[in-house]
């Protein structure tokens, strides 16, 4: 079964930085997009950041000009850096892939475990 491990959640200060990682294993054949997700406390799960095969990224507005998603399609590894970080951006950080596998003729959405970030004032 593919599986999606994320890391590199903590507690920082305002103004610092954190850089996620999430690595996907298993029999993959492909990964089409991968993206950042967040919930916060009493919030639903919204967007942060989304790329492509190609390298096309899209994030959201709250985050822009601070946090930075790329990946390392040799290590099927996508990353988040997160800067200049705001209280306000303390919450869970989930992983998602669309992966099809190898067998498969169907891509599928996954999930990592999720990840926590937590920014104190």
């Known amino acids: 079964q593919v599986q999606l491990v994320e890391s590199g959640g903590g507690l920082v200060q305002a103004g610092g930085s954190l850089r996620l990682s999430c690595a996907a294993s298993g029999s993959i054949l492909n990964i089409n997009v991968m993206g950042w997700y967040r919930q916060a406390p009493g919030k639903q799960r919204e967007l942060v950041a989304v790329?492509?095969?190609?390298?096309?990224?899209n994030n959201a507005d709250s985050v822009k000009g601070r946090f930075t998603i790329s990946r390392d399609n040799a290590k099927n590894t996508v990353y988040l850096q997160m800067n200049s970080l705001k209280p306000e951006d303390t919450a869970v950080y989930y992983c998602?892939?669309?992966?099809?596998?190898?067998?498969?003729?169907?891509?599928?959405?996954?999930w990592g475990q999720g990840t926590q970030v937590a920014v104190s004032s």
């Open positions: 790329i492509t095969g190609g390298g096309t990224t």
């Open positions: 998602n892939a669309v992966i099809t596998r190898v067998g498969s003729l169907a891509a599928f959405n996954y």
